[in-house]
């Protein structure tokens, strides 16, 4: 998940994109290469995967790049960039050979790169369901960054050309292995202190600049697109519930220049099954802590930093939680790797990632209409895997 600005594509450069279109996906994988050696115990199951980052902005720069260094079960393999420059400085920067380096139009002749196994999508969030449509149509394993897309549409479209590849899809949920949010899964499922009965979730940054956050060409919307499914994230990995319904408003807007196209914040409250609800903001105006609290009959437990690339902090009504801090890049990385090769699911697929756009979704029309709206019909998808640990 992209915590913080980077990806600032040139207008030519997104124009030229989307002039690809989807029609410039391949028909479909009869040409691979070679079967990906992906059975568990069987021949190749302890090699390095190759990934290729698709967009190399601030996230795959300062975050996926110098956890590739680190990975065990995959490697930085190849890049797709649409700037000579950043083609020759990755090249040199990572020893990447010419062949494993393309751009948006021959992105496609990645079929015939038996080197590349895992294509993670790093792109703004418009540009989502076109290259993870592609790269599954060339027969690789896909990891796409969040949101999943910008429409549930989209959600579905890209779910179903990976399976009809036959190819694991994953979303880069990075916090769904960081150590103080495996803990807020556990302590809220497990229900430690009792069922949860309220959530907290703030997240956001002070946005002064004009960037591709706020073109909703680009980004689908404003901050709830990019920081507030952190907390959407949060609530629901913490309560162990889909929500069933939500209401919510938008903030009164600061900059109606700067904030012409999108929301400059959003807050809105998840309503439970069970009575529990969830409070939740997120704005472009305003550098907020970044918040995730679970408050239950016998006890509380909060992470604050929560949702950043390191230097997170837990603390429970026992007191502090003590974990480390690791590099979760490298770690998610790894451990889609070792899905692939030992044939096992995901634990944050592309459904998850579908269940969170229809979520999005349901605040924004919560907040265009002022009124309560069901999400009954969302995706139920939980990460269960720390429950009962």
Known sequence: MKNAPGFLPSRRNFVRTLSLGTGAALAGTAALAGPLRRLAGGPGADRQLGVALVGLGGY????????????????LAGIVTGTPAKAAQWKQ?????????????????????PAIDIV?????????????????????????????ATSAADARRMIAACQKAGKQFSVGYRLHFEPHNLEMMRLGQREVFGPVRH???DNGFR?????????????????????????????????????????????????????????????????FADGATADCRTRYTENMTALLRAESPKGWAELAPAFGYGGLRGRTSQGPMNLPNLNQQATQLDDFADCI???????????????????LEAIYRAAETGQKVSTKEVQQLIDHTNAGK
């Open 93 to 113: 920067q990572y020893n990447i050979p010419d062949q494993n380096i393309y751009d948006y139009k021959t992105f496609d002749r990645i079929i015939d790169n």
């Open 120 to 148: 993670y999508v790093v792109l703004p969030n418009a540009l989502h369901a076109e290259y993870v449509v592609r790269a599954a149509q060339a027969g690789k394993h896909v990891i796409c960054e969040k949101p999943l």
């Open 60 to 75: 795959s720069a300062g975050q996926l790049a110098p956890a590739l260094q680190q990975t065990k079960r995959c490697r």
């Open 207 to 271: 946005l002064s600049t004009p960037s591709w956050r706020v073109n909703r060409a680009l980004s689908g919307g404003g901050p709830l697109m990019d920081m507030g499914i952190y907390c959407v994230q949060g609530c629901l990995y913490t309560k162990g519930q889909v929500p069933v319904s939500v209401t919510a408003k938008f903030i009164p807007n600061p900059d109606p220049q700067l904030f012409k196209n999108v929301e400059a914040g959003i807050d809105w409250q998840f309503q």
């Open 341 to 359: 090769l030992r044939n096992r699911p995901t634990r944050v697929p592309g459904e998850m990632g579908l269940r969170d756009v229809q979520l």
């Open 199 to 201: 959530l907290l979730a």
